[in-house]
């Protein structure tokens, strides 16, 4: 391979507003020109919504241009009505209002969507309204909004319409819900009176006589009939309570779309007359827009560090050839440059070495906009483009640091202070020089250095790996399996003990979380909590580590296993990972991926893959992975739609189940690709954290809850990401679950039990599990999910350590 410095990256440019991008196409003749205006509730499906507008309009002739706003981005919105509809007359020809968490009937959820039904007569302009924009729409009509006594969120149910207004032409409906709270028009369908003809649906109700029913949706009997579409009598104001955007809801049900910007531009043409749409116009420049959419291990001398990344069966073969099929080995030594980010004051400390001696600082930095300039600079060409990783960079970034990126950040006060918490970095980025890459599948081994003239060191390693493999070496084959579940709370195996969560307590803030669901402020929140296992520090303690993770990765093996060591002066870090998911991965191509996991299932004796699939066709296990591909697939929109166009998103694998040799589990994958988008994968990463299977949706409210639900206590590296990105232009980063994670600086000293003896130095194994609650959750089953995946990580240990 051949390594080259680059003096500069290139950089996106961003409009002075922060958006993502101005549209090229400037067309003369602005009363030809469609601008819409999309109104952010901030909900985690909106970039879905931008993207699915995005590809209707790019089916007719007509240039446009869309532009979104948060509900409460500009101050002026928020103390002047008056200033919001100027704002609108002089630069939109449309409005489509946004989904989102919360209540319609709440001025701090809505913002300045309750602006928006006051519009003046000559200032009127089409709207459609989402969601909550669609219950918005309703409660200006006078109408009420009640909680549904089954929450809908992910679910996936038919939908009647009319066959009128932007339902005409339309088939049979299967539209995906995300609410728990829906619109009372006191109809006789809702009320429990007989509708005596079909047509009668289609009336408003005595109540609200300006609520045109559209669409009705009666499938279960708990709920009743609920109102799925509305049309505001004599304004232009169209709404839909189920999400169109979805991956989930059909071809029928998108088609709302279309027909909302027939009936728009019809309205259009009739009350905007070309001259004083022109009128309206002057003086106003084309507002920012989404563009148009174009057609670990072989030691190495000083054995400091290792990371392997597998997922192989007792033959050595990967058990999922896409995602297990090599094992990544990143050697540290006392040249290893490592960046250290400490997000409480913004500063990245540079070092060098096994002991982390320092060679530079920054302080008030913005570590993302960093880190790309470094990966800029550290470049190359040259190598086997079947090998994922030439050398590069391995990377942790714990959960804390996930949520800077979303602006989700507790002060010191309220977050619960890990040991020593300044002395823990939240994201550390070490510099791999030397690396072996093992293939599993075509039983290769690729021995690299991108140090200049390290040829010595390669032919020494290869030598020492050719010999270890004609030497059969025998293994630990002693097991003691034992049912973890019981009632206690501590479990003692000599000095080895573990403190775990209380099953009433687990309970209780599954409880919590069901409250928040059914009040509209989540869809589904990711739930999780902390067993510390403790372990007396002797002998030869890295050794025994790695001993742990061997036994772990033969019990649970995973397709992202991972084995970290990166000893330090007090702050070393250890973490054995058996994670089965991966977060991102992007190739030196441009393509990009997500493999998001909701859903697991036990083998126990006797489980079939058709039990398998029983389990997962669950209106609850389903509902919980729709909701969080729904959300990455908007996470990964929001990179990539205003260069790449819409429609380049896509989801070839929904509902997947993956069979791994304790579990089956359930996934989706998400594709992109950053070819010719100006984008890197670091800013995919960046726009995507923290991961959504950890949060729920919709993200930045779920994880808010979550902080209180939780206790303010730090996640730490679980529910993070780790991983790599090479020279040669590509990542891969796994979500940290299934994890253990241990800190040097994290130990304390136990007194002796007998007289005479020295205190006994005692580390702390951290090991994160949890699981999605929806509407449908039991607490019940709920604590034993997150007993179930603890115990993959915590029987593994305590096997070796009793």
């Avoid at 089956?664 to 800013?683: E, H, P």
């Amino acid at each position: 391979m051949v390594v080259r410095n680059q003096n500069e990256s290139q950089q996106p440019g961003q409009c002075s507003d922060g958006s993502q991008g101005q549209d090229k196409e400037e067309v003369e003749g602005p009363e030809n020109r469609l601008r819409i205006l999309f109104i952010d509730a901030y909900d985690s499906f909106s970039n879905n919504i931008i993207a699915l507008l995005s590809e209707c309009l790019d089916t007719t002739a007509n240039p446009y241009s869309i532009k979104s706003i948060k509900i409460n981005d500009r101050e002026f919105f928020k103390k002047s009505r008056h200033a919001f509809h100027e704002y609108l007359a002089n630069s939109f020809d449309a409005v489509v209002v946004g989904p989102g968490p919360g209540n319609p009937t709440k001025p701090s959820d809505v913002g300045i969507i309750r602006y928006l039904w006051s519009l003046s007569d000559e200032r009127t302009l089409p709207v459609l309204g989402i969601c909550l924009g669609f219950q918005c729409m309703c409660i200006a009509a006078g109408a009420g909004i009640r909680h549904l006594r089954k929450p809908r969120h992910g679910q996936i149910t038919e939908v009647v319409h009319s066959n009128k207004s932007i339902f005409a032409g339309v088939g049979e409906i299967k539209a995906t819900q995300y609410h728990s709270l829906h619109v009372g028009l006191d109809h006789d369908i809702q009320i429990k009176k007989e509708v005596k003809v079909n047509s009668d649906l289609w009336e408003p109700s005595d109540e609200f006589p300006l609520l045109e029913p559209l669409a009705w949706d009666s499938s279960d009997k708990p709920n009743g009939a609920v109102l799925m579409a509305a049309k505001l009598r004599g304004r232009p104001f169209w709404g839909v309570q189920y999400h169109p955007e979805s991956i989930c809801t059909n071809a029928e049900g998108k088609k709302i779309i279309d027909n909302w910007l027939r009936e728009a531009k019809a309205w259009l043409r009739q009350n905007r007359p070309k001259g004083k749409a022109q009128a309206v116009r002057t003086g106003v420049s084309s507002p920012t827009s989404w563009k148009r959419a174009a057609p670990n291990d072989v030691s190495e001398d000083q054995g400091h560090a290792k990371k392997q990344q597998s997922g192989v069966d007792g033959n050595g073969m990967p058990l999922h050839k896409d995602t297990g099929r090599f094992s990544i080995l990143g050697l540290v030594d006392e040249k290893t440059i490592k960046l250290h980010y400490y997000m409480s004051e913004r500063r990245v400390v540079v070092t060098r070495g096994s002991e982390d001696d320092i060679i530079m600082e920054h302080t008030e930095v913005d570590f993302w906009s960093l880190l790309a300039d470094f990966k800029s600079r550290f470049v190359a060409d040259g190598g086997d483009d079947n090998v994922p990783f030439w050398g590069g960079c391995f990377m942790t970034v714990n959960y804390e640091a996930c949520l800077e990126t979303i602006g989700v950040n507790a002060t010191e006060q309220e977050i619960k202070p890990r040991a020593n918490q300044l002395t823990q970095p939240d994201i550390t980025v070490v510099v791999i020089l030397r690396s072996v890459v093992i293939d599993h599948q075509y039983k290769k081994v690729f021995v690299q250095s991108i140090t200049p003239g390290d040829q010595k060191w390669l032919r020494r390693t290869g030598n020492k790996l050719k010999e270890s493999m004609e030497v059969s070496e025998a293994k630990f084959e002693r097991y003691y399996m034992r049912d973890m579940t019981g009632g206690r709370s501590t479990w003692n195996y000599g000095r080895v003990s573990t403190e775990e969560p209380q099953e009433e307590d687990y309970k209780g803030k599954v409880r919590q979380c069901q409250a928040y669901i059914q009040s509209g402020d989540s869809y589904e929140l990711c739930l999780t909590d902390q067993t510390v296992v403790h372990v007396p520090q002797a002998g030869n303690v890295v050794a025994k580590d790695w001993q742990l993770y061997e036994n772990l990765q033969k019990q649970n093996p995973a397709p992202f296993g991972a084995y970290v060591h990166l000893g330090a002066k007090g702050t070393g870090l250890t973490i054995i990972s058996s994670s089965p998911e991966r977060f991102f991965n992007w190739s030196r191509s441009g393509k990009c991926q997500f493999r998001p996991i909701k859903g697991t299932m036990r083998k126990t004796a006797g489980t079939t893959r058709r039990d398998a699939d029983e389990f997962f066709q669950s209106v609850k296990e389903r509902a919980e992975l729709l909701m969080i591909t729904d959300l990455m697939r908007h996470d990964l929109q929001g990179v990539l739609s205003d260069t790449a166009g819409a429609g380049t998103v896509k989801v070839p694998k929904v509902f997947h189940i993956e069979e791994h040799q304790t579990v089956y589990q359930q996934m989706s994958v998400i594709t992109g690709n950053l070819r010719g988008t100006g984008k890197t994968g670091i800013d995919v990463l960046r726009a995507s954290l923290p991961p959504g299977s950890m949060t729920g949706a919709p993200k930045k409210r779920s994880c808010e809850l979550l902080q209180q639900i939780e206790g303010y206590r730090a996640r730490g590296l679980y529910s993070g990401i780790l991983g790599h990105f090479d020279v040669g232009g590509g990542g891969d980063f796994s979500v940290v679950i299934r994890t253990a994670v241990k800190w040097d600086e994290d130990t304390t000293m136990e007194e002796p039990r007998r007289p005479g003896c020295a205190p006994v130095a005692m580390g702390k194994w951290r090991i994160g599990a949890g699981g999605a609650v929806t509407a449908l959750s039991t607490p019940k089953d709920e604590f034993e999910e997150m007993v179930v995946k603890r115990n993959s990580v915590l029987h593994p240990m305590l096997n070796l350590l009793q």
